[in-house]
């Protein structure tokens, strides 16, 4: 009984996000679809998106793996607050992140005023609004991560005359890959999806500020067939990332499962 | 040796030792360096002092091979990649675990893991070097074969060793000077037959497993023995105790004789009880330490061949004997 209401529950979940990927998928205008994929503009997009996204993961991954790593071991004042001001773009309406990157960054902003700088509508205000927004998915499981290194196994590094720098190289970091990966992996793809803060913040310029989902959105009000094209191609591009960071933390995760005798 | 039951603090003395933890107040000095003063606001790093310290479960890092674990000091400490797996591999040999040097921690039985562990403390040259629990890991099969090795091993360092247990046996065989702590303090420590001849409390001669009694001199004997009132019963001592001293007894279970028949010799203290319990004396291997609910109880050591010989099992009524002269008194 209980095992058919399963049954039923999850087909018809699979079928609500089956039907649309499907329909898309059945749309693709397969005799033109090499030729639009040509389009300079369907291009720039690609390569704007694929540009912008590996240097905000980038960017992620060296500023968020020293904060994931103090918040995952040390406990200081205000700790709380911290975690939830990097916490909040998860569930913080893009729009509004834009809002206030604009607010902060802009002509008139804050900071731009005090700097004398102008970041809207550049390349680099749609790599600062992907690292906003997306920076909360790699800091939580890479945080996660850290916390479940075996405190004993750095214990024994020091007292085997290593510095904090060194257990964190040759002890912490090997044995936290598989979170680092799958943080950065979600970060990447959570990037490459962003829309309302970019559009807010950095604006729709085709070439310089119009990543894949802008053009979508541009393109869906006059060509339908450019969207289509591009939504597939974003999908394939997120199915492939998500897809990849299955298998790669399937085996690391095994193989740490492995090596970890300590943990018992 | 330190020993003590689970949660007298022993793993907390190492910590304290090895720099993984400060204590409150107070001053560490090892070898004439002082590694932590609460007056001086000293605590050196662990990084910096040279304590060896091998953690119960040895803490191998999981994500590297043995040749790895074991020069991971040495790298730390800058030397060249070359010169720390030479080093780790003479070590390792000298262990004996050659030719395992690639594979895993989780690969390795637990008494190698436990000499890899070891190995890799010492390669760095300790002064020190503390040993939490190093059999407890292990399954008893395996303890019987590693204890052996291990008193070898130990025996040949050139560092002084601290070895934790909780293990009053494994205390008596590996340790030369033992402490005894409870309850975060050392209740007595000294050599180790100094405390098995003398100990100073109830709990120190419990736990090293010897008869202790506490009693009053009521009268002397026409033959020149105290005789003392205990909590159960009477004992005669060869003592020149006075009438009305309060003394502590110890008798060594192995001066308590067991018989079924009454005995026939010398002995003046005898004692008549069902046999409570017989546990095996792992540690010395064919001894059994039986258990009589005599008044007062006395706990006696007898070969395996002889507690089979005189059918001993629980339930059974029994004889425990000793001579005047095996107990001794001290004030």
Known sequence: MTRAAAIAAGALLLLLLGIPIASLILRVPAASLAARMSEPAIQEALRLSLVTTLASTLIIVLLGTPVAYVLATRSFPGKRVVETVIDLPMVLPPTVA??????????????????????????????????????????????????????????????????????????????????????????????????????????????????????????????????????????????????????????????????????? | MLVGESGSGKTTALRLLAGLLDPAEGRIEVDGETYFDSARRLSVAASKRSIGYVAQDYALFPHLGVLENVAFGLRAARVSAAAARKRAAALLERFGIPGLWARKPDQLSGGQQQRVALARALAVDPRLLLLDEPLAALDLATRRVVRAELIRLLAELPCTTIYVTHSPAEALIFGHHVAVLENGRVRQSGARDELLRHPRSAYVAEFLGLNLFRGVVTSRTEDGLARVAVDGGE?????????????????????????????????????????????????????????????????????????????????????????????????
């Not at chain 1, 053009?215 to 289509?228: C, P, T």
């Not at chain 2, 309060?246 to 004789?257: A, L, N, S, T």
């Not at chain 2, 005599?294 to 009524?317: D, N, Y």
């Open chain 2, 235 to 331: 004992l005669y001592l060869a003592e020149d105790a006075k009438e009305g001293d309060e003394v502590h007894i110890v008798v060594d279970p192995r001066e308590v004789v067991l018989s079924i028949e009454r005995p026939q010799g010398s002995a003046r203290n005898v004692f008549f009880g069902p046999i409570e319990e017989l546990a095996p004396e792992p540690p010395l291997g064919d001894r059994l330490r039986v258990t009589v609910a005599s008044r007062p109880a006395l706990i006696a050591e007898v070969t395996r061949a002889a507690a089979s010989a005189m059918a001993l099992a629980p339930g059974r009524m029994a004889y425990a004997s000793f001579k005047a002269t095996g107990a001794r008194a001290y004030r």
């Open chain 1, 98 to 264: 834009g809002l206030a990157l604009l607010l902060a960054f802009g002509r008139a902003g804050f900071v731009g005023r005090a700097l004398g700088i102008e970041l809207p509508f550049t390349t680099l205000a749609v790599i600062l609004a992907q690292v906003f927004m997306s920076a909360p998915f790699f800091i939580a499981p890479a945080r996660a991560g850290f916390s479940g290194v075996d405190r004993r196994l750095v214990d024994a590094a020091a007292t085997l005359r290593a510095s904090e720098g060194y257990t964190f190289a040759r002890v912490v970091l090997p044995l936290t890959l598989p979170s680092l990966t799958a943080g950065a992996a979600m970060a990447c793809a959570r990037a490459l999806g962003e829309f309302g803060a970019t559009i807010t913040f950095a604006g729709n310029l085709p070439g310089v500020t119009q990543t894949m989902p802008l053009a979508v959105y541009v393109a869906f009000q006059s060509d339908l067939e450019a969207a289509i094209v591009l939504s597939v191609l974003l999908m394939i591009l997120s199915f492939g990332l998500l897809l990849g960071l299955r298998a790669a933390t399937g085996r690391m995760g095994s193989a740490s499962s492995l090596v970890s005798p300590i943990a018992r």
